[in-house]
């Protein structure tokens, strides 16, 4: 089950990656005008999705990974979904965003300070002639 739920995590934010990668114009256009770097920023974000993913698949470096996703996600409700809250068209879809990324970023930290290496949690072998 750890297996699947780390999978069932990481494979979205594998795909958004690849989709922001592919198309960082398309992806640009949703943030907020007034935010410089445009491109720049999606190339951020869709690294930091690549790396957060592999990181949970793998067991390496999940706490930074971990941490550094739910920051990511912290930074883009707030600058992204919330000033669009304002608007009649957008706040409904907004607010779902917001939500989602909310959701995932409790998410990410929780498995920033929980997830350990599996070898980690298999049983100690006894040396032989110890007790």
Known sequence: MNLL???????PFMIFSIFY????????????AWIPGGEIW???????YAF????????KKTKLACMML???????LSL?????LGDNELATVSMANLL?????????FYFAMTLRPDRER??????????
């Open 42 to 48: 999606v190339y951020i974000v869709a690294i930091a």
């Open 21 to 32: 990668f592919r198309s960082p114009a398309e992806v640009a256009e949703a943030m907020p």
């Open 70 to 76: 739910g920051i990511v996600l912290l930074v883009t």
């Open 100 to 108: 989602k990324d909310l959701s995932l970023a409790g998410a990410a």
């Open 5 to 11: 739920g780390r999978f069932l995590y990481a494979l």
């Open 52 to 59: 957060a993913s592999t990181s949970i698949l793998v067991l």
């Open 122 to 131: 298999l049983p100690r072998i006894k040396k032989r002639g110890t007790r």
């Open 80 to 84: 992204v979904h919330m000033p669009n």
